[in-house]
């Protein structure tokens, strides 16, 4: 077909979206900094091992979802990262409910891990916060079947969702293994 | 843990081993020969499509709410095919009394289509009738004006290979798949 210099770029969703990540992203330092410990039920402890093995499962879907859309499979590419995004949410969803009893973890690490532990720690943090915004444009874009926007955003969202799937599963292997 | 990573790879291949794909998509018959009138009111002859794997879609220009979306969806679809030789995207006007080729060219523009690879027919309404409801059974012209949401795939033999929703999230998504192994075909 004949190039097109088409750029109307659908950016209806922006506010919405930017507000929504900016909304969840306060709400969640205020929950893990500010707002303080309360004492929960005894399943609370359990939920971070949930948290790895929903992120484990999300970086997978990832993965195979990124195969599936450089092999040209659209449905199958949906379908793994639609179940990504679904294990994303209900990770939300469990490290809000940790979070809201348990306040932020204190590193006991000394030596040589504790830099990599907290590089590897502020940059999952700061990193999620830009997956939250990316993940939802590039969603939107391929449910509006706008496929250039969503490969092209999604050049971004797939490294750094990625990186922090993988990254809250390795924080929660190196915390297990110092505090245990 | 890792059972379940086996077992999600062992999907994977599964899903991704088949060969040969467009001969197992279904065969709806074939699209006869037809004249109808394009935007720019040049005759269109159906057998300018031959060699082509062709997406259908019918429309009216002053449909309320169901051709905006799926102009809008097919626009993305045309974007996304830009610079395919062998693809064209077809609307047809199922109310060929009032929808002029200017009124369709106004139309059509607006969703960055009536060119040379997104084209848009008017006709008689025998010729429109006899392809909306005999041939892709989706709408019909004589009585009132309705139409399918449906998207609709065309080999390069012209027969009817495939009806794909615009609504559900999963339809283009398969529509773009069952394309790529028609072309291929």
């Not at chain 1, 995004?85 to 590193?107: N, Q």
């Not at chain 1, 809250?168 to 297990?176: D, W, Y």
């Not at chain 2, 009138?37 to 002859?45: E, K, L, V």
């Not at chain 2, 609709?152 to 794909?164: A, E, N, Q, T």
Request: hydrophobic letters at 50%; charged letters at 15%; one cysteine or more.
């Amino acid at each position: 077909m004949a190039q097109q210099a088409t750029s109307d770029l659908d950016l209806k969703p922006a506010p919405i979206i930017l507000a929504l990540s900016a909304v969840i992203a306060t709400f969640l330092i205020w929950l893990i900094y500010f707002k303080g410990k309360v004492v929960g039920p005894e399943w609370i402890s359990e939920l971070p091992a949930l948290n790895a093995l929903l992120n484990s499962l999300s970086a997978i879907c990832l993965i195979c979802g990124y195969i599936n859309i450089r092999r040209r499979r659209r449905v199958i590419h949906m379908r793994f990262m639609l179940s990504a995004t679904v294990f994303s949410a209900l990770f939300l969803v469990s490290y809000i409910t940790y979070h809201y009893f348990h306040g932020d973890t204190k590193f006991p690490g000394h030596g040589w891990i504790r830099p990599v532990y907290f590089f590897i720690l502020i940059t999952h943090i700061s990193l999620s916060m830009v997956a939250l915004p990316l993940i939802l444009a590039t969603l939107w874009w391929a449910l509006r079947s706008e496929f250039r926007f969503h490969k092209k955003i999604a050049r971004f969202t797939f490294p750094i969702w990625l990186y922090v799937s993988v990254t809250g599963v390795i924080v929660f292997f190196v915390l297990k293994a110092y505090t245990t | 843990m890792s059972a379940l990573i086996w077992h999600l790879l062992l999907i994977l291949l599964l899903f991704t081993s088949c060969s040969n794909r467009a001969a197992k998509l279904p065969d709806y018959g074939a699209v006869p020969a037809f004249t109808m009138t394009d935007s720019d009111g040049r005759p269109f002859q159906g057998s300018a499509l031959a060699g082509k794997v062709w997406i259908a879609d019918f429309i009216y220009t002053t449909c309320p709410a169901a051709c905006p979306m799926m102009s809008s969806k097919m626009s993305g679809i045309h974007k996304q095919l830009a610079g395919q030789p062998d693809v064209r995207i077809v609307s047809f006007s199922v109310d060929p009394l009032h929808d002029t080729p200017a009124a369709l060219k106004q139309f059509g523009s607006r969703y960055g289509g009536a060119t040379n690879d997104w084209i848009f027919l008017t006709g008689t309404p025998d010729t429109v009738h006899l392809l909306a409801y005999t041939t892709f059974h989706v709408g019909d012209v004589l009585g009132k004006i309705e139409h399918s949401t449906k998207f609709i795939l065309v080999d390069k033999r012209r027969h009817i290979r495939g009806y794909y929703s615009s609504i559900d999230p999963e339809g283009i998504p398969a529509l773009l798949d069952d394309l790529d192994a028609l072309r291929k075909d």
